[in-house]
């Protein structure tokens, strides 16, 4: 049985559910990505003090050119993958193609957040937030569903007071 997390301000580690979500992240770090590419950072089970008694895995980010089969998977696990790119209409080319359109997030000025903005395939975006493109909406501010295979099948919408959010096409969410 997984134990209990007891809400401490941890930010360097990802607490899967059981143990066999935990073989799926480490089976995909080190079959699909270790033995190939080398890791940036994480990748590994994390198991000192009072993390040894669950399931507990470091969060990962890979680099892997933009045809490997991980960035056209929807993982949940704790890993980020990284591929370099020429300007921001490859970056988002490569993001959309995919059957996937969840979450979506980006870094950048003006103009690339209006360029991301018009441009980009999924239904939660973020731009300029400082935890990053999340693979969940904030509640009560945005609705949650995806574009493509991801996300579509409106379950997540709470109540009837939502349905107007769910009405959207897509939630923009940029911090200045």
Not at 76 to 103: H, Q, W, Y
Not at 159 to 174: K, N, V
Request: glycine share 10%; with cysteine; hydrophobic share 35%.
């Amino acid at each position: 049985m997984p134990t209990e997390f007891r809400n401490e301000p941890f930010t360097d580690f990802s607490k899967e559910e059981n143990a066999q979500a935990m073989r799926n992240a480490l089976e995909k770090v080190g079959a699909e990505l270790g033995r190939e590419y080398p890791l940036v950072i994480g990748g590994e089970r994390l198991t000192t003090e009072e993390l040894s008694h669950g399931y507990f895995v470091a969060p990962t980010l890979a680099e892997a050119p933009a045809t490997h089969p991980l960035f056209a998977e929807e993982m949940f696990v704790p890993i980020a993958m990284l591929c370099r790119v020429k300007d921001r209409k490859e970056a988002v080319r490569l993001a959309n193609d995919s059957n996937l359109g969840l979450t979506a997030g980006c870094y950048g000025d003006e103009e690339d957040v209006a360029y991301f903005l018009d441009n980009i395939e999924a239904g939660v975006t973020y731009v300029n937030r400082p935890q990053g493109a999340t693979t969940g909406a904030w509640p009560g501010y945005q609705p949650f569903g995806g574009w493509k295979g991801s996300g579509s099948s409106g379950k997540g919408i709470a109540s009837f007071y939502y349905l107007a959010q769910y009405q959207r096409e897509q939630s923009q969410t940029t911090v200045e």
